[in-house]
């Protein structure tokens, strides 16, 4: 069973939020156990086998890296997970008290697989440069496998998201990358300008990672996140899942007025 260990005290978020701004990416290495990453990788493994069965192939890089969307609602450790606390601090220090998640898959990089390619991830994928300074959204890997050199750890290029643009081709390739490399368990934060790939896997093994994005609230999440889960299934949960899943937004939820009233100067309560 997953064990949550307490959130970061406020002088490591300084140097995760420093980071974040100054070099673009952070790891943070044993934040679950081993025990616990081998727990969330076999559902993983369950995952995939459910999605081979029916037909979905979402694989890119010649077949050899999968990706499993929308985890959320398929195991109780992803709801575990995408609210852990050590997370959710980080983000709400980059992103807002009001923080959404964006998308949460499953990557999952195969022997013999190539590079994933150099990009940046929505939604300034989605937008032309330049992009604000400010940070609209964050990568959370979720490392399920030790990453190394060799088996398709994530690169980045330290003080790339300071451009606020994407990397015209073969641009990245001419610039020093860091690779993430760090223990099972480990999360490797990113901010979401930064140029970044999953490496090749030249190991006999997969490299198994989750994808965790967090938004600013007003940023339309990637993926469809609040209808991941049911309201019946939601009933339980926390709150922190709910506002991470969008469901405590209450003017995207047009009640008629009978909850919030626009005034000329914002909304306010009913
Ligand atoms: O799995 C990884 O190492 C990173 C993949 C990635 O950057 C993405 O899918 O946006
Ligand atoms: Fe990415």
């Not at 727990?39 to 993983?44: L, Y």
């Not at 490392?143 to 990245?172: Q, V, W």
């Not at 997969?206 to 009933?235: C, F, H, K, W």
Request: proline share 5%; with cysteine.
């Amino acid at each position: 069973m997953l064990q949550i260990k307490s959130a970061l005290d406020s002088e490591r978020l300084d140097v995760v939020e420093r980071d974040l701004r100054e070099v673009g990416f952070h790891i943070i290495e044993n934040v679950i156990t081993a025990e616990e990453a081998d727990e969330a990788r076999a559902a993983v493994w369950k995952m995939v086998e459910e999605d081979i069965a029916k037909g979905h192939d979402h694989s890119y890089g010649n077949g050899k890296i999968r990706r499993v969307w929308a985890i959320v609602g398929k195991s109780s450790i992803f709801r575990r997970l995408i609210q852990h606390p050590t997370v959710v601090a980080v983000w709400k220090r980059m992103l807002g008290e009001d923080v959404i998640a964006s998308t949460f898959t499953a990557n999952i990089v195969g022997p013999g697989a190539p590079e994933g390619g150099w990009h940046i991830d929505y939604p300034y994928w989605a937008m032309q440069a330049p992009f604000p300074s400010g940070s609209l959204t964050g990568q959370t890997v979720w490392m399920l496998d030790d990453f190394t050199e060799e088996n398709g750890a994530t690169a980045c290029i330290p003080g790339s998201h300071k451009t606020l643009r994407r990397p015209e081709l073969g641009e990245a390739e001419k610039s020093e990358s860091s690779v993430a490399v760090a223990p099972k368990g480990s999360i490797l934060f990113t901010n979401g300008a930064i140029w970044h790939q999953s490496r090749a896997n030249r190991t006999d093994t997969p490299r198994v990672g989750l994808l965790g994005m967090y938004n600013r609230s007003v940023i339309y999440p990637q993926e469809d996140m609040p209808r991941q889960l049911t309201d019946a299934e939601l009933a339980a949960e926390s709150d922190t899942l709910k506002q991470l899943l969008g469901r405590n937004i209450p003017f995207r939820d047009p009640d008629h007025g009978h909850n919030w009233h626009r005034t000329d100067s914002g909304f306010r309560q009913a």
